[in-house]
Each structure stands twice: as C-alpha cells, then as structure tokens.
C-alpha cells in the first residue's frame, strides 16, 4: 500500500484533530488565549515532509522537518508554553496520527504496518529533539536578558542603599533564597552544557532553566521594591499628573491579576459603573499620575489575594465630595490584629501567625501604597478584624496638580 499518499490526504485531518485536541486538553493551558492559527503554528509543514519518510520512492525530507522543529520551539517558548506542555503536545500528534490511520493500517502487511509505525516514531522524535534544542536556546536568551536586567537594577540599587542602610539585613535574607536557586540551577545547566547533550538531556535540563527564570524574575521584583523605597526616602519620586480614566486604569490591573486570583479559586468583583458612565455620577477622568495609580490598585489587589484564601476580593470606584474620590479594596482574608495596625504601612513589616509565615512577601508593597498615597495629597484608611477580612481605602483629590519637585 502507498501509505505516503493516504497520510498526504489524511493531514488536513490530522492537523484540525490534533489542534482541537491540544485547545481542549487542561494539562496545556497555555493555549487558552490562543487562536487555532497559533496553536497550528509550522505542523502541517512538518506533516507534508513526513509523507517523504513514508514514501518508498522519494528522498526523506528531513531538512524541512528540522527547519519548522526549531521555528515550532521558538514559537512555543514566546507563547510561554512548559517543557510538559510541547511533550504532552507531540504525544497527542502521535496518538491522531495513528488513529488517523488506523484503518488503513489493518489493511496493510505486518511488514508493511512495522515500517509505517517506525517512520512515524522516528520522524516525531526527530520534530520533539529539533523542538526542544530552539526552545532550550530561546529560554537562555531570556535569562541572559533578565540577568542584564537584573545587573542594571542591582548598579542603581547599590547606589541608593548607601543613603539608607536600615532594613538592609532583612532584604538581604528575602534576596538569599532566589539568589541561592539562580545560582545553583544555573551552575546545573552550565556543567550540562559542557558535555555532549541531546534532546533528551535537554529536555531533563528545561526545568532548571525555567526555575533560574522564575526566581530570577522573583529576585528583580524585589530589588524593584526596595528601589521604590529608596527613591521616596531620598526625595527622588516625581509625580506626572493628567487626566486619567480610573476605570480603564482599574480594568487593565484587574485584567492582569486574575490568572493570580484564579489559582486561588477568588473572585474579583469590581463596582466601577463601566457599564452606564452617562447616568453615573463618576466623573470620566480624574487628575492623576496614571502609573503610579495603578501602582498602588496593584499593590493593593495583590495583598488581598495573597492574604486571601477562599471568598472573594471587592474593588469600588466613588466620589465622597466635590472635592475627593475613593478606590477601596475589600478582602476575606486573615485580617489585620489592632496591634499591627499601626505598623501595617512600615517597609518590611509582615504579619506573623498560622497563616501568613506561609505567604511569601517582603512587607513593602503596602509601605509603596502609603507612600504614593502621601506624594499625592491623600490618605489611606483601614478597617479590618482577624478571621473576616480587611479594607483599605484610598481618598485622593479629584483635581490634584501638585508635581513632586527633584
């Protein structure tokens, strides 16, 4: 039987089957937010060169198959995608492609059925060695920019932690862990790649790679913040107020931390009035520094989720006089004792009890809130009660045109 001639036919087929396979399949949920154009991506390409290694009459066209491999690899690590998720996506083009075919299979010869099964074996590991070297490099890119960054942010933070050495040994102790995971992970890959690795070996190597990327991002996040205080400490934050949409300001933060609230099962309910401005009585825009706005809604919205474990996590927009307007964030979580009230605001304080010593977190994001919130002309408010869940309210000025002088 001409088997090259049936797959040909059979690969519009096995390409629609095998993308609606991977969009449906949870164990890859990083094709949630893509189009089916994307999760295609180079596989019909490298389809039609397997119909070469099926043929007994033409020349393997192995060079397509390796060229779209690596452009596939590329592709996946910009998407984001694991090292679970590619391998558990070429296991379900392997299991379409025999069902596909399985019909005609059963009418081949054994000897005929033996060679099919092993070209096809051959051709994807071929496609998954290709695959993974790309994504294995691009994902090398990606530290080496994120360890440039991080040299850069490092350069500005050892000149502004000489001003003020307070707390210096607390954050060297949040900076250990991450710095310990990036250089021993990174020492792990770098003996690797001295010896001759295949994609087997990189494949087992992609999870220290991932993790020398997480911790390294974990490890900027927080020189990011102790630069933020520093720079409020040495009088160096400017203000740039303009007209601003609070509620399209609100949308974009809440629309970036709902994978993080989504983890948790939490539900973020926002009372914005977005739906009817015209009968609302919020006015449309408010004077205000944009980023740092969403600055402090950030801030705030991940406190709540991450002292928040099950319930839900409210956001509301009001006006309380001509002359002021409100953004509060309402949480079902541990809650705050009186006792740490006062202190609630001060860099690096964090809760101690049952439940937040397992919560990472350095104590500064609340310490930038009340920072900004000063710079501004405002000020912040909080009612809480241990084991219901807290409130924090921002009251700002509606036409704040104060600009912080260097």
Same mark, same amino acid.
């Given at each position: +039987? ?19 396979? =991977? ?25 039609? $060169? +397997? ?37 558990? !996506? ?12 399985? $019909? ?7 000897? !005929? ?12 590991? %071929?496609?998954?060695? %290709? ?5 294995? %490099? ?112 609100? %949308?974009?933060?809440?629309? +970036? ?79 705050? $004792? ?30 930038? =809130? ?37």
């Amino acid at each position: +039987m001409n088997f090259s001639q049936l797959f040909d036919e059979k690969i519009d087929t096995i390409v629609k089957n095998w993308v609606e396979a =991977v969009r449906l399949d949870r164990q890859i949920v990083s094709t949630d937010n893509l189009s089916r154009s994307a999760i295609r991506n180079h596989l019909p390409d490298v389809l039609r $060169a +397997m119909t070469t290694v099926l043929s007994q009459f033409q020349d393997s066209d192995i060079q397509s198959i390796v060229q779209n491999s690596l452009e596939h690899g590329i592709l996946r690590a910009a998407q984001g995608f694991t090292p679970q998720e590619i391998a558990r !996506e070429y296991r379900l083009l392997r299991q379409i492609i025999l069902s596909t075919l399985e $019909a005609d299979l059963v009418n081949g010869t054994v000897r !005929e059925v033996m060679r099919v099964h092993r070209a096809i074996d051959e051709t994807i590991d %071929e496609a998954i060695g %290709e695959c993974f070297k790309s994504y294995v %490099e691009e994902r090398l890119q990606a530290l080496q920019q994120l360890q440039s960054q991080a040299e850069l942010t490092n350069q500005e933070l050892t000149r502004l932690v000489k001003a003020n050495q307070e707390n210096l040994s607390h954050l060297a102790h949040e900076l250990k862990n991450p710095l310990n995971s990036i250089i021993g992970y990174s020492e792990l890959i770098l003996r690797a790649s001295q010896k001759n690795t295949g994609a087997e070996s990189a494949f087992r190597h992609l999870e220290h790679i991932e993790r020398v990327v997480r911790n390294g991002r974990q490890l900027l996040r927080l020189i990011n913040d102790a630069l933020e205080i520093s720079r409020y400490q040495a009088g160096k934050m400017k203000l740039h107020p303009v007209p601003t949409d609070v509620c399209s300001s609100i %949308e974009d933060v809440v629309k +970036m931390l709902e994978p993080l609230a989504s983890a948790k099962k939490l539900q973020i309910v926002v009372d914005c009035n977005l739906s009817d401005r015209s009968t609302s009585d919020l006015p449309k825009t408010v004077v205000v520094d944009p980023l740092r706005l969403q600055q402090i809604v950030t801030n705030l919205l991940s406190n709540a989720i991450r002292y928040t474990e099950s319930g839900s996590i409210k956001l509301r927009y009001g006006i309380l006089s001509d002359n002021q307007w409100h953004i509060s964030v309402s949480d079902t979580g541990v809650g705050i $004792a009186p006792e740490d009230r006062e202190r609630i605001f001060d860099p690096f304080f964090r809760l101690h009890n049952s439940v937040t010593h397992l919560v990472d977190g350095t104590g500064l994001g609340l310490a930038i =809130v009340w920072q900004l919130v000063k710079l501004m002309q405002g000020k912040i408010e909080l009612v809480s009660q241990v084991g219901v869940g807290s409130t924090f309210t921002v009251i700002l000025p509606v036409n704040s045109s104060s600009k912080i002088e260097e």
